[in-house]
């Protein structure tokens, strides 16, 4: 059986719940005074509100996370960020757009918000270590030149005015990437010492394997 055939992936009521079970192990509190007290359902109001007692603030699960404030259905959040974690080759928004059949603007929307909520905000260890691989590559991301507005081309350097993500994938673990402004030593080598442990096999995009530890 699919996983995408479970209820909270079609059914609102079930979706609630099932963040709710996430984001409230030990049951529901205020996101104001953080009371557990005295927390009823608010009868008549949409699905999942709930009003606590002592401060009379009104408020549903979604408080504090990514889905605050989403006029899209619950849902559909849980479709796209399984559809997006899923996809080896990732999902593009438009892809999104008609399999879960919300405007290319809300899609858009979703993905970069998912995104966002996935990235790593302070890295606390090197990629790799004793035994590790570690791989890296740069892509260029951008439209067409001849797609552009004249007075936007640049149509010199690498890319042909494209921006450029640098990579760093630990096999088997996590993924760090770069905006950097050129492809270069002196862009590409802090990078590498600050990010990838010293006892690190490093890989580059070739598959050339150099010796142990982060290029210097």
């Known amino acids: 059986m699919s996983i995408l055939s479970a209820p909270h992936f079609h059914n609102e009521a ?3 719940a099932r963040l709710e079970a996430i984001v409230w192990p030990k049951g529901p509190h205020c996101p104001r005074c953080g009371g557990f007290d005295r927390i009823t ?3 008549g109001g949409r ?9 009379r603030r ?13 006029h899209v259905k619950l849902h559909k959040w849980f479709q796209a960020a399984h559809l997006m974690a899923s996809s080896k080759k990732g999902i593009s928004a438009h892809q999104l757009h008609r399999t879960l059949k919300v405007t290319y603007k809300t899609a ?4 970069h918000r998912l995104r966002e909520a996935m990235r790593e905000l302070h890295p606390t260890r090197p990629l790799g270590g004793e035994g590790k691989a570690v791989e890296y590559d740069e892509t260029y991301i951008g439209g067409k030149e001849r797609n552009k507005h004249r007075n936007k081309r640049h149509g010199v350097g ?3 005015g494209k921006e450029i993500a640098f990579s760093l994938v630990e096999r088997g673990g996590s993924v760090r990437s770069h905006h950097v402004p050129s ?9 590498l010492q600050a990010q990838i442990n010293a006892a690190s096999k490093v890989m580059s995009d070739d598959g050339d394997v150099e010796e142990q530890g982060a290029p210097t």
Not at 108 to 111: G, I, K, P, T
Request: charged fraction near 20%.
């Open 14 to 16: 079930a979706a609630i």
């Open 41 to 43: 359902l608010v009868k």
């Open 47 to 55: 699905a999942g509100l709930r009003r606590c007692g002592p401060c």
């Open 58 to 70: 009104e408020f549903t699960v979604t408080v504090g996370t990514i889905f605050e404030r989403s």
């Open 108 to 111: 858009w929307f979703m993905e």
């Open 158 to 160: 690498g890319g042909f």
């Open 183 to 191: 492809v270069s030593a002196d862009t590409l080598r802090p990078i």
